[in-house]
C-alpha cells in the first residue's frame, strides 16, 4: 500500500546532541512537510518542500533544518535539542500545494533528556 | 497565512448524542479541509471544501462550507465510541495547511 512512513516510531535523544528523524513516501507526491506538535495542541507546520524547492516558516528555529535528497524522502536535523523541542514529529505529504489532502505519516515522538 | 478559531475546544457527549465543531476566520477562504485524529495516532484527512455554501455528506458526518467562504462546521449525527479523537480545520493557504486549534471529542459510552 502506498504511505507515508516515519522512523523511528519513538526517538530518545541527549540535550544538545543533534539527531535526525526520517519520513520516507510510496505515493511519489510532490510536496513533503514536517509539521511539529506539542501534547494538546495542533501540528505546527515547520518547513516544507515542493519537490527541490525548501520552503522555510518564518518563525521555525534556525535550531531545525531539513534535507530532502530525492522525491521519497525527507529528513528533519535538529542540531541542538533542547528540552522544549519535545514533541510529536509528523512528516505528511500532498501532490501538489493546492487542493490535495495531505497523507500524514504516524509521527515520531521525541524525547529530550 | 489564513488562520481561524475553532470552537468549542472540548466536547464530552452521550454516545449517541449530536457533535458539532464550527471553524471561523476573518478572511475569506479559498478552501477548508477537515481532518482526524484519534488519541495517540495522526491527523487523517476527511474531506476539502471549495465552494461557498457547500454541503458535503460522509454517512453520519455532514461538512458545511459558509456562503461568505468565511465558516466551516462539522456535525456528526448519532456519536459512536469510534468517533472519538480530535478534529481539526485547516484553511488552505499559500502553498500550505494551516491548522486549527481543534475540537476534542470525547464519549460517554
Known amino acids: 500500500d502506498a504511505m507515508v512512513i516515519q522512523n523511528p516510531r519513538y526517538q530518545v535523544t541527549q540535550f544538545g546532541k543533534p539527531v535526525t528523524l526520517s519520513c520516507s513516501q510510496t505515493?511519489?507526491?510532490?510536496?513533503m512537510y514536517w509539521y511539529q506538535q506539542k501534547s494538546s495542541q495542533a501540528p505546527k507546520l515547520l518547513f516544507h518542500?515542493?519537490?527541490?524547492?525548501?520552503?522555510n516558516e518564518a518563525d521555525t528555529p534556525d535550531n531545525f533544518q531539513s534535507r530532502r535528497p530525492n522525491t521519497s524522502f525527507c529528513f528533519l536535523d535538529i542540531r541542538s535539542p533542547g528540552l522544549g523541542d519535545a514533541a510529536m514529529y509528523l512528516c505528511?505529504?500532498?501532490?501538489?500545494?493546492?487542493?490535495?489532502?495531505?497523507?500524514f505519516g504516524s509521527g515520531t515522538r521525541l524525547t529530550v533528556v | 497565512g489564513q488562520q481561524v478559531m475553532q470552537i468549542p475546544q472540548y466536547q464530552h457527549v452521550q454516545e449517541g448524542e449530536d457533535f458539532t465543531t464550527y471553524c471561523n476566520s476573518s478572511?475569506?477562504?479559498?478552501?477548508i479541509q477537515w481532518y482526524k485524529q484519534r488519541p495517540g495516532g495522526h491527523p487523517v484527512f476527511l474531506i476539502q471544501l471549495v465552494k461557498s455554501g457547500e454541503v458535503k455528506k460522509q454517512k453520519r458526518l455532514t461538512f458545511q462550507f459558509g456562503e461568505a467562504k468565511k465558516n466551516s462546521s462539522l456535525h456528526i449525527t448519532a456519536t459512536q465510541t469510534t468517533d472519538v479523537g480530535t478534529y481539526f480545520c485547516a484553511p488552505q493557504g499559500a502553498q500550505k495547511l494551516v491548522f486549527g486549534q481543534g475540537t476534542r471529542l470525547t464519549i460517554n459510552p
Open positions: 505528511a505529504t500532498s501532490r501538489a500545494t493546492g487542493g490535495f489532502g495531505y497523507t
Open positions: 505515493l511519489n507526491h510532490n510536496v
Open positions: 518542500y515542493y519537490d527541490k524547492d525548501f520552503n
Open positions: 478572511t475569506t477562504l479559498s478552501n
